[in-house]
């Protein structure tokens, strides 16, 4: 009989923690160019598109240690949101279930895209970004959104209609950045991947 072999337990490296640190700063900056808010609410920035390309790069694990030390950060006051926010007030306020979306999000990028350890491809690419990093964090920052500013649920989704041209064209940028990277330089994504089933060979006919 033979024996059982355990279950790997995935192990951050060095290397995982400055790629993870990596994306920490190309999320804060992306917040530099600032945000504007929609009717006095959620501002709309750029920073989303980080923790797209966060999860589609470094996968779940490491792209949830990414999302989550900039989320560790900002609450010990380092403004690394868009606009120069930060401190412990942004996670009682409206954007709170949208960071939270965040972290749930990256998560949910990583599982889709590299689903079953395949190479990415366009399309589970654009689906993973545009779910966790769309979908998701509307899940999670709506229902808290309309909580913390007492409008019914039903309008803060109405005024989140402004974020989705957006957020698709960030999506749209995060699969071209990853189709590239995959093509031009896979080290980025530290993995291998499973190979592609080869097609099946025809049977030779019977004379």
Known sequence: MTPSTPARTPRLDTTDLARAA????????????GSFSVFGGVPITAQTLGVMLAGAILGPL????????????????????????GGAGVFVGPTAGYLLGWLVGVVVIGLIVHLGGR??????TLLGVVIGGVVVVYACGIPIQSLVMRIGADQALLS?????????????IATAVVGALVRGYPRAFRRTWAPRAAAPREAAPVR
């Open 160 to 172: 989140n209609l402004a974020f989705v041209p957006g957020d698709l064209a960030k999506a749209a």
């Open 119 to 124: 190479r990415p491809v366009w399309w589970r």
């Open 62 to 85: 490491v792209g949830a240690v990414s999302v989550g030390t900039l989320l560790v950060l900002v609450a010990v006051g380092l403004p690394l949101l868009a606009g120069g926010r």
């Open 22 to 33: 990596v994306f920490v700063g190309v999320i804060a900056i992306l917040g530099l160019p």
